[in-house]
């Protein structure tokens, strides 16, 4: 998910609750407000996940693939402009975010400054969480962050339910203009068991978003750069 650095319930004890409670009614009679609070208490009760972010238009395309967890998480990410392609990891351990990229991408994506972007291309630099930087470039990289993101403008309304892989789901969505152009946000869940998102799709004139999910619980192994350069002393921002 992600900002131009990139595109709550609280703890996860209250949102085991509410997926119990909610979990009690069939999903397609819930109404659409409550149906996200399910989807999203659902996988901010979880351990992890896995998804793919893919976004394209007619000028850009950024593919995002993560693997996040309650407090640590590993994204990956491909980008193209122009005909020009850059990447950038980003690893978010101990409440601290790690990036390393090629100066074409930090610039251009993450938002940084050309000459630093240069200097400090491919390798680690680190974020701490006190750092105007952090909250940006760590969204969705750990499992809350990616959960809470999936929470459109506004309230939600009732999506139809459809087939996804071979999957029955529910779904809600959003319409909202961004400058003249209406953007659709829909939010796909499983339709049985526990209401785990599934795929979130976002499209407006001829531009794609989608996240797929899947994975769940799957072990997670995050490692720290053992060495990086703190941001502060970078002239990156």
């Not at 999903?27 to 208490?41: K, T």
């Not at 978010?92 to 630093?116: E, H, I, Q």
């Not at 499983?190 to 531009?207: C, D, F, K, N």
Request: charge should be positive; include cysteine.
């Amino acid at each position: 998910m992600t900002s131009s650095r990139h595109v709550g319930l609280g703890i996860a004890s209250v949102a085991a609750c509410l997926v119990c409670v909610i979990a009690a009614a069939p999903l397609a009679a819930a109404s659409p407000g409550s149906l996200l609070a399910s989807i999203v208490a659902a996988g901010r009760a979880q351990h992890s996940v896995h998804y793919v972010s893919t976004g394209r238009s007619a000028a850009l395309q950024v593919v995002s693939v993560a693997d996040v967890g309650a407090n640590s998480g590993i994204q990956r990410i491909t980008f193209s402009k122009a005909g020009t392609t850059g990447h950038v990891t980003v690893v978010v351990s101990t409440g601290t975010a790690y990036v390393r990229g090629d100066s074409f991408v930090l610039v251009n994506f993450m938002g940084f400054k050309a000459p630093a972007a240069a200097k400090y291309a491919n390798e680690w630099v680190s974020i701490p969480r006190t750092d105007r930087a952090f909250a940006a470039v760590a969204a969705d990289v750990t499992l809350p962050s990616a959960m809470d993101s999936l929470k459109g403008p506004g309230r939600p309304t009732a999506a139809p339910s459809t087939t996804i892989g071979g999957r029955r789901v529910v779904a809600v969505q959003w319409r909202a203009k961004v400058g003249a152009k209406l953007v659709i946000v829909r939010l796909y869940a499983r339709a049985s068991g526990r209401p785990l998102p599934v795929e979130q799709r976002a499209t407006t004139g001829g531009s794609v978003i989608s996240v797929m999910f899947g994975g769940w619980n799957e072990p997670l192994h995050v490692t720290a750069p053992t060495q990086a350069v703190p941001i502060a002393t970078t002239g990156l921002e």
